[in-house]
């Protein structure tokens, strides 16, 4: 086992050097200047110059990005627009020029949207999704199975941005049944908070639950043919504490995997979901940053995504050798 999370942490290094390798090289090869977009339209040519040494885009991009990488293990000073040093600690995600903070000030500040969101989105995935997909197994071919798989199916084929915004129109300014989307700390109005996120979840989390609902049944037909459970049956277990205990175990697995993978997407940025939404989170930011081509914020936002994603599918890992047995973590 130690062997096997040093391995899988060193793995985690790499993917993430590589993706902000990558990140760094797509957005320094982008036709507008950074320079330019920081000082302003009404700097000549003199001050862009002065505001492009400050800012450290002199240097070549090797050098800009050795930079950026020793900042996130050691810490780095960096220049303000006007020459102002600032000190940026570790993890140092870079100084976002276009909302004049840290980086990583600029992505803490949001992340508790972010959250909070993902949290009820994942609520509705396991009560929902996998939830629907193991009673429509265990009913399979009757009434109840077809219900399901056909409000499965719509889930599946809905988009985000179609679904969020009608029912936004109905649900909040037609209707007033839900409050109008946007974030209040728990700490504040514990009601206002559940409130104001309560459509947001929901649409994430049904369109999510979909794919999820599908799996979980063929899972579940698939594992209730195993001989085991079958054996079980025979032994005079009643169906239900059968699919409980074994095969429910059994089908478990993937579905572990693919949500490992959800979660770290989830907390990495529900970009479209926080744009519909008007809700200011870390996938807003994102999408914001793109916008604006501020560079230290999409690689930092890119590399808080990767992050969570890479911890999480690694998480599922271990949990899925713990569900069975026949894994090893070689």
Same mark, same amino acid.
């Given at each position: 086992?130690?062997?096997?999370?040093?391995?899988?942490?060193?793995?985690?290094?790499?993917?993430?050097?590589?993706?902000?390798?990558?990140?760094?090289?797509?957005?320094?090869?982008?036709?507008?200047?950074?320079?330019?977009?920081?000082?302003?339209?009404?700097?000549?040519?003199?001050?862009?110059?002065?505001?492009?040494?400050?800012?450290?885009?002199?240097?070549?991009?090797?050098?800009?990005?050795?930079?950026?990488?020793?900042?996130?293990?050691?810490?780095?000073?960096?220049?303000?627009?006007?020459?102002?040093?600032?000190?940026?600690?570790?993890?140092?995600?870079?100084?976002?020029?276009?909302?004049?903070?840290?980086?990583?000030?600029?992505?803490?500040?949001?992340?508790?949207?972010?959250?909070? +969101?993902? =949290? @009820? /989105?994942?609520?509705?995935?396991? $009560? *929902? &999704?996998?939830?629907?997909?193991?009673?429509? !197994?265990?009913?399979?071919?009757?009434?109840?199975?077809?219900?399901?798989?056909?409000?499965?199916?719509?889930?599946?084929?809905?988009?985000?941005?179609?679904?969020?915004?009608?029912?936004?129109?109905?649900?909040?300014?037609?209707?007033?049944?839900?409050?109008?989307?946007?974030?209040?700390?728990?700490?504040?109005?514990?009601?206002?908070?559940?409130?104001?996120?309560?459509?947001?979840?929901?649409?994430?989390?049904?369109?999510?639950?979909?794919?999820?609902?599908?799996?979980?049944?063929?899972?579940?037909?698939?594992?209730?043919?195993?001989?085991?459970?079958?054996?079980?049956?025979?032994?005079?277990?009643?169906?239900?504490?059968?699919?409980?205990?074994?095969?429910?175990?059994?089908?478990?697995?993937?579905?572990?995997?693919?949500?490992?993978?959800?979660?770290?997407? +989830?907390? =990495? @940025? /529900?970009?479209?979901?926080?744009? $519909? *939404? &008007?809700?200011?989170?870390?996938?807003?930011? !994102?999408?914001?940053?793109?916008?604006?081509?501020?560079?230290?914020?999409?690689?930092?936002?890119?590399?808080?995504?990767?992050?969570?994603?890479?911890?999480?599918?690694?998480?599922?890992?271990?949990?899925?050798?713990?569900?069975?047995?026949?894994?090893?973590?070689?």
């Amino acid at each position: 086992m130690p062997l096997y999370l040093l391995r899988r942490a060193l793995q985690a290094v790499v993917v993430l050097l590589a993706i902000s390798a990558t990140a760094f090289a797509l957005f320094y090869a982008a036709p507008s200047d950074p320079a330019v977009i920081a000082c302003g339209p009404k700097c000549d040519a003199s001050q862009i110059a002065a505001v492009r040494d400050s800012m450290g885009l002199d240097k070549t991009i090797l050098a800009q990005y050795a930079d950026y990488v020793r900042g996130l293990f050691a810490g780095r000073t960096i220049n303000d627009v006007d020459g102002t040093p600032i000190a940026c600690d570790a993890p140092c995600l870079g100084y976002s020029y276009a909302l004049h903070e840290p980086v990583r000030a600029a992505i803490t500040s949001r992340f508790p949207v972010t959250l909070s +969101l993902a =949290g @009820g /989105a994942l609520a509705v995935i396991v $009560v *929902f &999704g996998i939830g629907a997909g193991f009673l429509s !197994a265990l009913r399979r071919g009757r009434l109840t199975d077809r219900l399901l798989s056909g409000f499965t199916l719509v889930g599946a084929s809905v988009q985000i941005y179609f679904l969020g915004y009608a029912l936004q129109y109905f649900l909040v300014y037609r209707t007033g049944w839900f409050a109008l989307p946007g974030y209040t700390s728990p700490g504040d109005d514990i009601g206002a908070w559940v409130a104001g996120l309560l459509l947001p979840c929901l649409v994430l989390g049904f369109v999510n639950a979909a794919v999820f609902a599908r799996l979980s049944r063929a899972q579940m037909l698939e594992v209730m043919h195993e001989g085991y459970v079958r054996t079980a049956r025979g032994k005079g277990l009643s169906p239900l504490r059968a699919h409980l205990k074994y095969t429910s175990r059994g089908a478990a697995a993937p579905l572990v995997q693919l949500l490992g993978l959800e979660v770290g997407a +989830l907390l =990495g @940025g /529900a970009f479209i979901t926080e744009t $519909v *939404f &008007g809700l200011s989170g870390v996938g807003k930011l !994102a999408v914001d940053a793109v916008v604006q081509n501020d560079l230290p914020t999409v690689v930092g936002t890119v590399l808080l995504a990767a992050f969570f994603v890479v911890v999480f599918v690694a998480l599922a890992d271990l949990v899925v050798a713990w569900l069975d047995p026949r894994v090893r973590l070689a």
